[in-house]
């Protein structure tokens, strides 16, 4: 079945370091998403990439989608101690029998900063 | 406020007891799906349903039971709770489709099985 790889599992920087994760898929992907669970928390929504290519921006957090749509990754800028938790991407696909919608997370990235 | 409402947010029960999870959409949303987290193995998918009366097995179903009577509805069943059991899970909902929807998640139950 299809899955989804992330690393690093854990990164921990110095605040105002940059950060960076990467996500694989083993199959191609028709999109994309990046979520982020602060510590005891519930995943959020961050974003959704659909094209091939796709470079998208919010504030210091940059999403890139890669050309052959297998890969992905979050880039984030001078990190502060806000930008604390994990942060997981996901792949929708199809159950075998092609007629519902599944997602699979990857294992996420626990990102913690030293102030 | 969009929100997604599960109920209990934590609970410790024993081993065989049955067990009902609530969760309660207010987007009328049609797609609704359960998930587990545990340490070391992400966030994985349990159940999930496509509308009213169509539900379907994720990846890890085994124990676990669900139906979708509503649409705002989408409650977990554990019909005999083991201690594999024990685990933090997340209802989600979302509109239909592949589209740029946001996905929305509850605030988790921590369920301990002893």
């Known amino acids: 079945g299809q899955q989804v790889m992330q690393i690093p599992q854990y990164q921990h920087v110095q605040e105002g370091e940059d950060f960076t994760t990467y996500c694989n898929s083993s199959?191609?992907?028709?999109?994309i998403q990046w979520y982020k669970q602060r510590p005891g928390g519930h995943p959020v929504f961050l974003i959704q990439?659909?094209?091939?290519?796709e470079v998208k921006k919010q504030k210091r957090l940059t999403f890139q989608f890669g050309e052959a749509k297998k890969n992905s990754s979050l880039h984030i800028t001078a990190t502060q101690t806000t930008d604390v938790g994990t942060y997981f991407c996901?792949?929708?696909?199809?159950?075998?029998?092609?007629?519902?919608?599944?997602?699979?997370f990857g294992k996420g990235t626990l990102l913690t900063v030293n102030p | 406020e969009a929100q997604v409402t599960q109920n209990p947010r934590y609970l410790i029960t024993v081993t065989g007891k049955k067990l009902t999870v609530t969760c309660s959409q207010n987007?009328?949303?049609?797609?609704m799906s359960w998930y587990r987290q545990d340490p070391g193995l992400g966030l994985r998918q349990i159940y999930y349903?496509?509308?009213?009366?169509?539900?379907d097995k994720g990846d890890v179903p085994e124990g676990y039971k669900v139906s979708r009577k509503e649409k705002r509805n989408f409650p977990l069943i554990l019909e005999s709770p083991s201690p594999n059991q024990t685990s933090l899970y997340f209802c989600?909902?979302?509109?239909?489709?592949?589209?740029?929807?946001?996905?929305?998640f509850g605030e988790g139950s921590w369920l301990t099985v002893v």
């Open positions: 990439l659909v094209k091939s290519g």
């Open positions: 987007m009328n949303h049609e797609y």
């Open positions: 989600a909902s979302k509109e239909r489709g592949q589209g740029p929807h946001t996905i929305y």
């Open positions: 199959t191609t992907l028709s999109n």
């Open positions: 349903s496509m509308n009213v009366e169509v539900t």
């Open positions: 996901a792949g929708p696909g199809w159950n075998s029998g092609g007629s519902n919608y599944k997602l699979t």
